[in-house]
């Protein structure tokens, strides 16, 4: 087993004091429209319909929510744990504008090594005798966020035995991340145990109240950090997800709420009228959500897909080609973009996708500090997360908070990838 220190910047990175805040203050709003997503199954049905038809991955999550819901959901208690990622567009005046990336609806991770990197940096300036600037970080605790909401889901789920579950990777490469938010949970005396899906498949059962056992232990809160790419499933592993799904038990996130994360999805919302119909009465809210939404295109089969293919070819630079996985080194850009879209052209492929417009973000020179590689300096460009925590018990919200902040940078000459794809690391914001 080989062990490596998180990578990280040596220097915090300067994020604009009115984006940052902008970014918390519409998190809360973001957890109320995953939510809606989720609970809307004809919403869904449309929205993924063609996806489905290209994409087996997305066919087969959707193939176990339809399961889940003839079935008749057992489940009473729901727990979202996401984040909503942001690049900080520069505009033609050259004003920074914050953007929505992506929001990442299971497994989001770094909440718990982010909540060590001001420390980090504080430190790190304090040696460099910047004091003053060092008092200026700001507090960052995901970990503890994290761990009240599946506290809370814990709680009502009503069982003072019943423990909580950690699904987590075969080959564990985050677990440190991973064993903060647990750590933050034993300190409230509960439980916590680590397993895979193949535990499940091997010792998981239902009994006639649908409650889930594994390995003869009762689970009240299962926590996904695994199972959102194709290559976390074979045949077992999927009959595993299946049964998870039908139990009892609080998924975080349960299936809805994964599909509700799907670049689809984010695409769909772009569209004049959505918000409105999945968040009737908010004007305010749709109208906070909608201000950090990038040109988003659908390329389903049909005339506005083919105008948007051609438009793309035209002009590739402008645009980001994006197909429905997650975790980085996916996306498709520039001249790559131009020549896989012209492939797929004039083939159903093709709605497997969704087009969006890249962003721009001004550089900054920074270290990256990583296990084995040279110390350069290099000119980088930074991702801003907020965290979403919420709970609902049946049609009640009885949590719904922004539980902390991630910032990741990453050289600008590396268009995709996060953290675990070994692109970016991790940072802390300094306001200005
Ligand atoms: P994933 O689910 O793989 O994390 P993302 O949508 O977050 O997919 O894209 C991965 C990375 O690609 C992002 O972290 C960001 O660096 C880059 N990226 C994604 N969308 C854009 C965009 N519209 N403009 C510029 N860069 C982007
Ligand atoms: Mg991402």
Not at 84 to 101: E, H, R
Not at 126 to 146: F, M, Q
Not at 237 to 265: F, Y
Request: with cysteine; proline share 4%; glycine share 8%.
């Amino acid at each position: 087993q080989v062990v490596n220190y998180a990578p990280f910047t040596l220097l915090p990175s300067a994020v604009p004091s009115a984006l940052f805040e902008q970014a918390y203050a519409v998190q809360q709003d973001f957890n109320l429209l995953v939510d809606a997503i989720s609970q809307n199954k004809e919403f869904l049905e449309r929205t993924l319909a063609s996806t489905i038809k290209a994409d087996d991955f997305t066919a087969q999550l959707f193939r176990i929510h339809m399961q889940v819901l003839e079935e008749g959901l057992a489940q009473s208690v729901f727990l979202g744990i996401n984040r909503s990622d942001y690049m900080f567009d520069c505009g033609v005046d050259g004003t920074p504008a914050l953007k929505q990336i992506e929001i990442n609806t299971i497994a989001a991770s770094f909440g718990g090594l982010t909540s060590r990197t001001a420390a980090v940096h504080g430190r790190v300036l304090k040696v460099l005798g910047k004091y003053k600037e060092a008092s200026r970080l700001l507090p960052n605790n995901p970990s503890e966020g994290l761990a009240l909401g599946i506290a809370k889901a814990w709680e009502l789920y009503g069982s003072q035995s019943a423990v909580v579950m950690f699904l987590v990777e075969e080959v564990q490469r985050n677990i440190f991340d991973q064993r903060c938010v647990e750590n933050e949970l034993w300190n409230r005396n509960i439980r916590v145990i680590r397993k895979r899906f193949r535990d499940v498949f091997e010792t998981g059962s239902l009994d006639d109240a649908r409650r889930l056992y594994v390995d003869g232990q009762e689970v009240a809160v299962v926590y996904y950090r695994e199972g959102y790419v194709p290559q976390n499933y074979d045949q077992q592993n999927w009959e595993a997800r299946l049964l998870l799904e039908r139990s009892r038990a609080v998924k975080c996130p349960d299936i809805a709420t994964q599909l509700a994360g799907t670049k689809k999805v984010q695409q769909e919302l772009s569209r004049p009228g959505t918000l409105e119909r999945l968040l009737p009465g908010r004007a305010e809210t749709v109208a906070r959500i909608r201000a950090t939404f990038a040109g988003l295109y659908s390329l389903d089969v049909g005339e506005e897909g083919d105008q948007i293919a051609a438009m793309a070819i035209a002009d590739p630079d402008r645009f980001v080609l994006k197909p429905q996985r997650e975790g980085g080194g996916n996306n498709l850009y520039g001249e790559e973009l131009r020549q896989v879209l012209e492939k797929i052209r004039d083939s159903p492929e093709r709605t497997s996708y969704i087009l969006m417009d890249k962003i721009k973000p001004q550089p900054a020179m920074n270290y990256l500090l990583r296990a084995h590689s040279p110390l350069e300096v290099s000119e980088c460009i930074s991702e801003l997360g907020i965290f979403g925590v919420y709970v609902r018990q049946g049609k009640e919200m009885v949590m719904n908070t922004a539980a902390g902040h991630l910032l990741r940078t990453k050289a600008i000459e590396h268009a995709d990838g996060g953290v675990a794809a070994g692109v970016a690391v991790l940072d802390t914001p300094y306001l200005v």
